[in-house]
């Protein structure tokens, strides 16, 4: 089974990063964002290995979960020999691939950090697939935290799992049956914590094309004052058809104060800041 996707991709700095930190990788069959940790000379470095493992997938038709595996492990392994003698620095990692079962498409979506994959369509509405591996999320999901208080928690930016803390790779995964009229969007925390759920999904129904969307979706979190960088990613799978030959429709852009159009995207070096995505201590390799 041949699919057909469309995509767009946006990524801003914000109001209050020196520079940015995320980066992001768009190209068949993978789409994938990643929020670096660790400020000057970390965070940055951090998030661009694991996009440069990750683009070693690029352009096959499908992927495995067994290769999506083998790049976590990999991007492990780099990071791990570049942060030594004290240094730290570790990123988030969400996406989804296109992979097949029995020649039935399939979205497999992965995640360890806070940044999210969300599914999209008409039925449905917005559902967040991914669940953010933190320390408030643990409170929400022990009954010790309401979700409407995670805003205002002094340890909300804290990760209880995140890529190159420590040697062990807990990655999750899920399997979602794909087809015409899937929306998929991915996206750092930048972007949730400026707009609600609802807020979110009336600007994937009200934007058709991926790349619109994901601009629309950054402009207005950076118009609320962004304060951490902003990234997005939205891909819709057009149609599934054995028949049609296999083609790729590449719709990448970028924000206003983002600059290049490659589809492996690294931008910047920060400080840490206030707000930025930090790793749980107890997890920190030393």
């Given at each position: 089974m041949l699919v057909r996707t469309c995509w767009g991709s946006a990524t801003d700095r914000g109001t209050v990063r020196v520079v940015n930190e995320d980066a992001a990788l768009t190209?068949?069959?993978?789409?994938?964002?990643?929020?670096?940790?660790?400020?000057?000379?970390?965070?940055?470095?951090?998030?661009?290995?694991a996009v440069e493992e990750f683009a070693t997938l690029a352009g096959a038709d499908y992927v495995s979960a067994d290769q999506i595996r083998a790049v976590f492990d990999r991007s492990v392994a780099r990071l791990r020999a570049e942060f030594t003698q004290g240094r730290q620095g570790g990123t988030t990692v969400a996406g989804v691939a296109i992979t097949d079962q029995a020649d039935?498409?399939?979205?497999?979506?992965f995640n360890i950090g806070d940044s999210r994959v969300y599914r999209w369509s008409d039925e449905i509405g917005l559902v967040q697939v991914s669940v953010d591996h933190s320390v408030v999320q643990d409170l929400i999901d022990k009954g010790f935290l309401r979700p409407e208080e995670a805003e205002q928690h002094p340890e909300r930016h804290v990760l209880t799992r995140a890529l190159g803390t420590n040697g062990v790779v807990e990655v999750d995964y899920w399997m979602l049956p794909a087809s015409g009229g899937d929306r998929m969007m991915v996206c750092t925390d930048g972007l949730t914590r400026e707009l609600r759920h609802d807020e979110i999904a009336e600007v994937l129904r009200t934007n058709p094309e991926p790349k619109t969307a994901a601009?629309?979706?950054?402009?207005?979190?950076?118009?609320?004052?962004?304060?951490?960088?902003?990234?997005?990613?939205?891909?819709?799978?057009?149609?599934?058809?054995?028949?049609?030959?296999?083609?790729?429709?590449?719709?990448?852009?970028?924000?206003?104060?983002?600059?290049?159009?490659?589809?492996?995207?690294?931008?910047?070096?920060?400080?840490m800041l206030d707000g930025a995505t930090l790793p749980r201590r107890d997890l920190v390799e030393e």
């Open positions: 190209y068949p069959p993978l789409f994938l964002v990643a929020d670096g940790m660790g400020g000057h000379d970390a965070g940055d470095l951090a998030s661009r290995i039935v498409p399939f979205w497999l979506v601009v629309a979706l950054v402009n207005e979190a950076v118009r609320r004052g962004a304060r951490d960088n902003v990234t997005v990613v939205v891909v819709d799978m057009v149609f599934a058809d054995a028949e049609v030959e296999t083609e790729f429709d590449q719709h990448h852009t970028t924000a206003q104060r983002a600059a290049g159009t490659s589809p492996v995207s690294s931008r910047g070096w920060d400080e």
